[in-house]
């Protein structure tokens, strides 16, 4: 688009987006959809996933493409619930978006971006719609003793740094340009297209399907979650064990160094609302938002992302779309994206994915920035109806490997001690 631009040529005519209000749970906003679909007749409209600084994971119903204002503002009715009305946005050449019509006196228009996985859409402040892949294993910040307060708390500059989000990734962008493909080359791509998709409908089916994976941590409102991680470093690997802690809107996480420098520490967001880090140093005050969002990268629901919500993504993330098979056997299947593989021409975004023979997904490959990041997940266990997840995950960035982790503990609905979300006496 920019070098469309610079040689003089057309700007991009503008689209625009129908969103719903953001619903707290995933069911309000497939509720929704369906009625939308009934409605409107339209296979555009989808659910989008958004992370709102304060509240979590919130979910919306977005139609996307849509020619002219007019018939956005006249379709803008049918996003309204929960109260609230819809929204139209307008995505110009620029990459911006805009609030039109009526909304634009509603929402200023330089506060407000759509829920889009368009590459041009910026982040709105205080939410992020999950587009991207994973950020790498090299660019993690260390926020376990950033929460926030003034002044840091004793000795946890040196605790262990708090997990990267992991979200689901983009698919590749970004490719050379190719010679157009003749008739039977363009019935080889369909075929493994085809044989891609079938796969992926299989593969949603043995990670728990549409009523499975994270839709069955939204039904629960405790989680006990225990898990080993190691941080390769230079002067010997730092190893800690975690366990992480949810009771509805209260969570925590106690960290206990096993090997390497590092600290033990307790990240608590307690009943009342406030948040407290203690090492062995004492007890702070920390930001609640912040240590909300720090606790959260260490939950199930971050660590085990991908394939938590592999069978939802499959159906409203275009990281999926557009997968070839092209190696397939008695130990699994490959898929990939146009250009993704050895030797490819290294476009960002989902280049890789591998399926065991179960057709559980084991490797998830993606660049960007020119570094090639891969998640393997291996010895999947099925925790409870539905929750089928991977025991043992590891981070490799370039070819070393960053970070491994080992699952022993996944409750759902466990007894906990009600003191133990407290405010520390």
Do not use: N
């Not at 610079?6 to 959809?33: C, F, N």
């Not at 296979?43 to 992370?51: G, H, L, T």
């Amino acid at each position: 688009m920019a070098l469309a631009l610079t040689l003089g040529g057309p700007a991009l005519a503008a689209r625009y987006v129908v969103e719903s209000p953001a619903y707290g749970a995933r069911t309000e906003a497939e509720a929704h959809l369906k009625r939308v679909l009934v409605e409107t007749g339209d296979a555009r409209c989808r659910v989008v996933r958004r992370y709102v600084r304060g509240e979590g994971w919130r979910y919306l119903v977005a139609l996307e493409g849509l020619a002219t204002e007019a018939e956005a503002l006249g379709l803008r009715e049918r996003f309204d619930g929960d109260g609230e009305a819809g929204t139209v946005w307008r995505l110009d050449d620029d990459g911006r978006a805009r609030v039109t019509g009526a909304d634009a006196d509603r929402v200023p228009a330089s506060a407000a971006v759509p829920a889009s996985e368009d590459a041009s859409a910026a982040v709105p402040p205080g939410g992020a719609t999950e587009r991207a892949g994973a950020r790498t294993a090299s660019s993690r910040t260390d926020h376990s003793g950033d929460l926030g307060a003034t002044g840091a708390a004793p000795g946890v500059d040196q605790a262990p740094p708090a997990p990267a989000a992991v979200t689901s990734p983009e698919p590749a962008t970004g490719a050379r340009p190719t010679a157009p493909l003749s008739a039977a080359d363009k019935r080889v791509v369909r075929a493994q297209e085809r044989a891609a998709e079938a796969r992926l409908l299989a593969a949603a089916e043995a990670h728990g399907g549409a009523s499975g994976g994270r839709a069955v941590l939204d039904g629960v409102d405790r989680v006990r979650f225990v898990f080993r991680r190691a941080l390769p470093r230079p002067s010997g690997a730092l190893v800690a064990s975690h366990t992480f802690l949810r009771d509805g809107a209260a969570s925590s996480v106690d960290i206990k160094v096993e090997s390497g420098d590092g600290v033990d520490s307790q990240i608590l967001l307690a009943r009342s609302g406030r948040a407290w880090v203690t090492t062995g140093e004492g007890t702070v005050p920390r930001d609640p938002d912040r240590t909300r969002d720090v606790v959260h990268r260490f939950s199930p629901e971050s660590l085990l992302s991908i394939p938590l919500g592999f069978a939802e993504d499959l159906a409203v993330a275009s990281a999926w779309r557009g997968l070839r098979l092209v190696e397939s056997g008695s130990k699994g299947t490959v898929l990939e994206h146009p250009g993704g593989g050895t030797g490819g021409s290294g476009p960002d975004g989902l280049v890789r994915a591998t399926f065991d023979k179960h057709d559980h997904l084991v490797v998830v490959d993606w660049r960007e920035g020119g570094s090639l990041t891969r998640l393997t997940y291996s010895r999947y266990k099925t925790y409870a109806p539905g929750l089928v997840l991977p025991q043992q995950v590891e981070v490799w960035v370039d070819g070393r490997t960053v970070e491994r982790l080992e699952i022993s503990v996944l409750e759902l609905d466990p007894v906990l001690d009600g003191g133990l979300f407290d405010d520390p006496s």
